[in-house]
């Protein structure tokens, strides 16, 4: 991010502040400074401090050097420091590894990098599961439960051979602690290497486990050794965190998988257990905001003592709503139906006798939960089914009878006039289970208070947890009476979000995903109608319900409440009274919560870039029309009359043409175009061709990102950043892509950013049309609506343009192509959401001659400047 000097010269001046003494570079920069005195004074006062920085003030260095003073200092336990793009933890763990050897005389700070199961599998990482095929949690849960079962094998066999005990129950706690650690040594004994050639290894040859590389067995079963030996270490040391004593200071992915996995135990675990030993905690916003990962947080560090940094705090709250997004699929419903059916009696079970049953029915009755209870609970269960089939099977037939490519009659088959219907199945297939515009009860609840059922469903919170008390666990395959209602509970789990949301901030909808093996297009005889079709729709799509988190404002002030002190930071928070009212700020404010701002401009000479607002025509759909298809594109941007534009729409895009044509033809490096949309990148992508085939522009590679993996985006950044400015190139993608944020640019990879349009999201879906109604319903219908969209979308441009000045060596040119950037006030106009210091430099390029924009000659002048300057 910043290019700061790391002379290791000793700051410890006992005039300057404690930080200076472990600060990794020569000398801070002034807005730094400025900024770690500011934020660490609202940390001591258990505050919020908002920090916007242009790329290159160093806010993560902000963020990392007041964490830590805080824990110097004594005033935190913990420091967190989060961001939403895992490939920002590697610069941050660097940062760290630069204080630590500032650090001489005092303990290094031991920062653990937190990472998903999937990249710290030793499977995965040992070749014997692919993680782009397969699914690595379910294949270790699998061989977890493999644990397990083993372990209630050996209960079993101690009651069978003990006439003393008649019932697991009865078994002491010290017998069981015994039988679990013998069952438990007795697995890693089975699983290790006789020989080191016969050791578990990392493909990439850095480590390798006391175990076979074959996955071992137990009675048939596969089973996990790291997870085996992680468990008796907590059997055989219960006061200790982990079975790893490193060297500390910085514990990343690589570091942890590779002393994990040469003590035997697994390495998602051992991280999991060093929490309380690290100073510091990296990761990524699922960590903090993801319901299951925070309440392992929760056991393991105080979070009221624990300060937070959130780097690129503008994502939160799309983030939040992510990860608050909940679902239960109709199977689930039907077998949590199944598991109350077998305990009433109602469906037959070869597993559960009637004395059995008998005795679970009483045991839920000592719990207040009655026959009555479970019946009405069957009742609720049967009516949900119902409502989710008649609703999927409606929703799928006016998908087809829509056409989506659907409900077309072709003549097919081998006898002369005979016809088939075609109908194409979408992959995904969303309609809402309430009305999207109003505060107003859901379709489910609504007819499950029309069935008299509403009592019962307010109840599924006290039933939930009733229920899990007694029956939430398996209690043994071979114990007469083993039952579980653990469906039941995690279906109740859910009602109870559904009952207690709210129907302004949530939306709910049931979600139609196409089976694996599904075909994509099916032909049936012309008397099998689309209803038809619908009405089996279990063969073709798998049905959920889903529960959305429209505006997250109060939920991210409940973590703002329960940390001790917090930073958000980011590029673009601006405009501040969106983001204090959109992430909860105001609320926590209001509750007496200290909050303070800061602003800080590029901190390199004006001199090294050119910004531009070009007034062209607003590229909104309106104005351009549908996306061409790239083969009429032609190299002015213009396409055949009949391809479905108007004259006027042919025109707006005649000028985004030209002002992409002219930037590249007079940028001797990388260009980075940013469009609204990845259909309109490929458009831009096919006019540029166009113009290199007729010589207008010369002749680079042109890269078009498309939605695709992670590794495939990665792999296109590496083709881009090859060669620098001696290999101009392109790179077209959409404004809500990856490579627009996130990203280090550095030195030559890039010496112009081209933004067009504003990139609003589309709001007629259901969930759009629910999130603006929630915007509005709360912040007014003015504000509402930006907050919700326009905000959002002039930060991405705003992110998207910042890629381009990330040093002090670096030159560049920036431009923002539409007129709604250009102008202060009208009809969606944006300026203002910039802040004052980017509407001064970015210098408005007004439209002449009739609809023309001339940037040839300013981006001309501007390249000359920036040699001079050179």
């Known amino acids: 991010m910043s290019r700061q000097s790391s ?85 941050y763990e660097d940062d760290v590894r630069r204080i630590n050897d500032r650090l001489t005389g005092d ?47 050996a209960y079993d066999d101690f009651i069978a051979d003990s006439r003393e005990y008649d019932a697991i129950g009865e078994v002491p706690n010290e017998t069981r602690t015994r039988l679990e650690r013998e069952r438990l040594e007795a697995l890693l004994d089975r699983a290790r290497a006789s020989r080191q050639a016969n050791r578990m290894q990392g493909t990439d040859g850095q480590w390798s486990a006391p175990y076979r590389e074959e996955i071992p067995t137990f009675d048939g079963r596969e089973y996990c050794p790291f997870y085996a030996a992680t468990r008796l270490y907590k059997i055989e040391n219960p006061e200790s965190h982990s079975p790893l004593y490193p060297s500390w200071g910085v514990i990343d992915r690589d570091r942890l998988l590779r002393e994990a996995t040469e003590q035997g135990v697994h390495p998602h675990s051992a991280m999991f257990d060093l929490l309380p030993a690290a100073d510091l905690l990296i ?51 039907r077998w949590a139906r199944s598991e109350l059916g077998v305990l009433l009696g109602t469906e037959e079970s070869a597993g559960l006798e009637a004395a059995a049953r008998s005795t679970h029915l009483e045991r839920l009755r000592d719990a207040e939960v009655s026959r009555e209870d479970l019946e009405k609970l069957l009742d609720l269960f049967d009516l949900l089914d119902n409502v989710l089939s008649e609703t999927a099977s409606s929703a799928l037939e006016a998908e087809l009878d829509a056409g989506s490519g659907g409900g077309s009659q072709s003549n097919a088959g081998s006898n002369a006039g005979s016809t088939e219907a075609i109908y194409t199945l979408l992959p995904t297939i969303e309609t809402s289970l309430q009305d999207p515009e109003r505060d107003a009860p859901d379709r489910l609840t609504t007819r499950v208070r029309a069935a008299g059922l509403g009592e019962t469903f307010a109840a599924t919170p006290e039933l939930a947890e009733a229920l899990h008390q007694v ?11 083993a039952f579980t209602l653990s469906e039941t509970v995690g279906v109740l789990r859910y009602l109870a979000r559904w009952v207690e949301a709210d129907d302004v901030r949530y939306f709910r909808q049931l979600v139609l995903e196409r089976r694996a093996n599904a075909p994509e297009r099916i032909r049936l005889p012309r008397d099998v109608s689309s209803r038809d079709l619908a009405a089996n729709h279990r063969e073709h799509y798998t049905a959920r319900v889903e529960l959305r988190l429209c505006l997250p404002d109060r939920v991210l002030a409940a973590f703002f409440e329960e ?34 701002a800061d602003t800080y401009e590029l901190p390199f000479s004006a001199g090294d870039r050119e910004s531009f607002a070009v007034n062209a025509t607003p590229f909104t759909y309106r104005s351009r029309g549908p996306t061409p298809i790239s083969e009429r594109t032609t190299a002015d941007g213009t396409v055949a009359a009949g391809s479905g534009l108007t004259d006027a729409q042919r025109e707006t895009r005649r000028q985004y043409a030209q002002v992409l044509q002219a930037t590249v033809a007079e940028t001797p490096g990388n260009v980075l175009i940013a469009m609204p949309s990845y259909a309109e990148a490929g458009w831009a992508a096919a006019t540029l061709r166009a113009a290199i085939e007729r010589g207008t522009i010369p002749d680079r590679p042109i890269l078009c990102d498309e939605p695709s993996s992670n590794a495939e985006t990665e792999a296109l950044k590496r083709e881009f950043f090859a060669g620098g400015a001696s290999v101009p190139k392109m790179l077209v993608t959409g404004l809500r892509g990856t490579l627009v944020e996130g990203v280090d640019y550095d030195g030559e990879c890039l010496a112009a950013a081209v933004v067009c349009g504003v990139p609003i999201a589309p709001s007629g879906s259901g969930s759009q049309k629910a999130i603006r109604f929630a915007y509005e319903s709360v912040f007014g219908e003015e504000q509402g609506y930006e907050f919700a969209f326009t905000v959002p979308a002039v930060r991405r441009a705003r992110q998207a343009i910042g890629r ?50 001339d940037i040839r000659s300013s981006l001309e002048f501007a390249w000359e400047s920036l040699r001079r300057e050179e």
């Not at 500011?38 to 908002?50: D, K, Q």
């Not at 710290?120 to 294949?139: N, R």
């Not at 560090?301 to 992510?322: F, G």
């Open 471 to 481: 029956l939430g666990d398996w209690t043994g395959a071979d114990d007469p009476e």
């Open 563 to 596: 940390i001790g002190a917090g930073l958000l930071l980011s590029a673009t928070l601006y405009p501040f009274r969106a983001f204090t009212r959109t992430v909860g700020i105001d609320r926590v404010r209001e509750q007496g919560t200290p909050v303070a």
């Open 283 to 333: 990761g990524n916003y699922n960590h903090l905001f993801d319901p299951r990962t925070v309440e392992i947080l929760r056991e393991k560090i105080d979070l009221e003592a624990t300060s937070l940094a959130c780097d690129e705090a503008h994502n939160l709250v799309d983030r939040v709503r992510d990860l608050r997004r909940t679902s239960r699929a109709g199977s689930t419903i």
């Open 7 to 91: 002379d290791p010269e000793d700051a410890s001046d006992s005039t300057e502040p404690d930080w200076t003494q472990w600060f990794p570079y020569a000398t801070a920069y002034p807005a730094q400074r400025e900024a770690i005195g500011n934020v660490l004074e609202t940390a001591g006062e258990g505050g919020l401090h908002l920090l916007e920085g242009a790329c290159g003030t160093g806010k993560t260095l902000v963020g990392l050097m007041t964490g830590i003073a805080l824990i110097k200092r004594g005033v935190m336990e913990t420091a967190m420091f989060l961001t939403p793009y895992k490939q920002q933890l590697t610069p």
């Open 804 to 853: 381009v000045i990330r040093g002090e060596r670096d030159v560049g040119v920036r431009l923002l192509v539409d007129g709604r950037y250009a102008t202060e006030r009208g009809r969606g106009a944006v300026r203002e959401l910039l802040p004052a210091h980017e509407r001064e430099e970015f210098r408005v390029v007004p439209r002449h001659r009739g609809s023309d924009v």
């Open 107 to 153: 303990a290094p700070i031991t920062a653990l990098s937190l990472v998903g199961r999937r990249d710290l599998s030793p499977y995965a990482a040992a070749g014997l599961v692919d993680p782009d095929e397969e699914d690595v949690y379910a294949f270790e849960a699998e061989l977890r439960e493999g644990i397990e079962a083993s372990i209630e094998a």
